[in-house]
């Protein structure tokens, strides 16, 4: 009996002493985080590129526009803020036309037309710049054709994500779209005023178009 209670009692070395896990790397944790999930879909990969150089154009276009304003109007600070108007005026109130227009329209269509003319507009305009004819009210007159066009484009391009992504990814999705358009507000305005040092405004708006 008394053999049989001691094989029972471990020696202090037999006791296993419990570890506590390792913690978690930083890359682990994001893996489990799925940040990226949206981006197996094949579409919306495509959809992320092309969303990422549309707000990196938007961004350029809005400061190569402003320094060309300021050189054409002796630097008055009235000038560059209608400048500013003749974007992001049509994007605030035709927003809800194009929001409407969106769903009575395929999507991707609107999106290619509007994206189609905002380059053809930039165009227009690098080849005014280039040729030294511009004025004023051309900034004015393509600024506020751009930015309607802006308009159109951006509730559609959101809308598609509903199209290309299942529900249970498309909160994962929008997530990912806001991050590259916010990325692109400082990417864009350090990019453009790099290059406007190197190719001038024109060869901005050439290369934005």
């Given at each position: 009996m008394k053999s049989d209670l001691t094989r029972k009692i471990s020696t202090p070395s037999e006791i296993e002493v419990a570890t506590p896990p390792p913690k978690a790397g930083l890359l682990s944790s994001l893996a489990r985080a799925r940040i990226f999930d949206s981006l197996q879909y094949r579409d919306f990969r495509w959809m992320f590129l092309g969303s990422f150089a549309s707000f990196m154009a938007m961004s350029m276009l809005l400061i190569t526009q402003a320094w060309l304003v300021v050189r054409l109007s002796d630097a008055s600070p009235f000038a560059l803020s209608l400048s500013i108007?003749?974007?992001?005026?049509?994007?605030?109130?035709?927003?809800?036309?194009?929001?409407?227009?969106?769903?009575?329209?395929p999507r991707q269509r609107l999106v290619m037309w509007s994206q189609g003319g905002n380059a053809v507009m930039t165009f227009l305009m690098a080849t005014l710049d280039a040729t030294d004819v511009i004025v004023f009210w051309?900034?004015?007159?393509?600024?506020?054709?751009?930015g309607?066009?802006?308009?159109?484009?951006?509730?559609?391009?959101?809308?598609?994500?509903?199209d290309i992504v299942p529900e249970h990814r498309l909160m994962n999705a929008i997530s990912l779209n806001n991050s590259s358009m916010n990325m692109t507000r400082v990417l864009g305005f350090a990019m453009a005023g790099f290059l406007i040092v190197l190719i001038d405004t024109s060869g901005v708006f050439y290369f934005i178009s």
């Open positions: 108007v003749s974007i992001t005026a049509p994007i605030i109130f035709v927003s809800l036309l194009a929001g409407a227009l969106a769903d009575r329209v051309h900034v004015m007159a393509i600024g506020l054709v751009n309607t066009l802006m308009a159109f484009n951006g509730p559609s391009r959101q809308a598609i994500l509903s």
